[in-house]
């Protein structure tokens, strides 16, 4: 009976043992995950903040097109009619009256437009 008991234990620690190294062998590759998944997020942010607004109320059809998302030749040129026919923009919310600009595109051009 001793023996058994002696077996049953000396199985127990083994398998205590065994799987406390598979917990410390588990361990290392988190904390190397963490830096290289926070790495990545000022780097997202650096471009956007290097974005050089481009005034609407001055600016070309040309200029507009290579500032803006989604503004391509006819879209910018609408830009300049409207201002051209209604005055300065007043609002950056004024371009949704321009036809073909719609919420979407404004909504990704905010941070690159200035009045």
Excluded: C, H, W
């Excluded at 077996?7 to 904390?31: E, R, T």
């Excluded at 009619?81 to 009256?97: C, I, K, W």
């Amino acid at each position: 009976m001793s023996k058994k008991l002696l077996s049953i234990a000396s199985m127990i620690l083994f398998a205590s043992l065994s799987f406390g190294g598979l917990v410390q062998a588990a361990s290392p590759a988190q904390p190397a995950t963490k830096p290289a998944a926070e790495a990545p997020a000022p780097a997202a942010k650096a471009p956007v903040s290097q974005v050089e607004a481009v005034n609407i109320n001055t600016a070309s059809a040309e200029e507009l097109q290579k500032s803006l998302k989604g503004i391509g030749k006819v879209k910018a040129q609408a830009i300049v009619d409207y201002r051209t026919s209604n005055g300065p923009f007043t609002t950056v919310d004024q371009l949704l009256e321009v036809k073909g600009i719609g919420k979407g595109t404004l909504d990704k051009n905010r941070d690159r437009i200035s009045l």
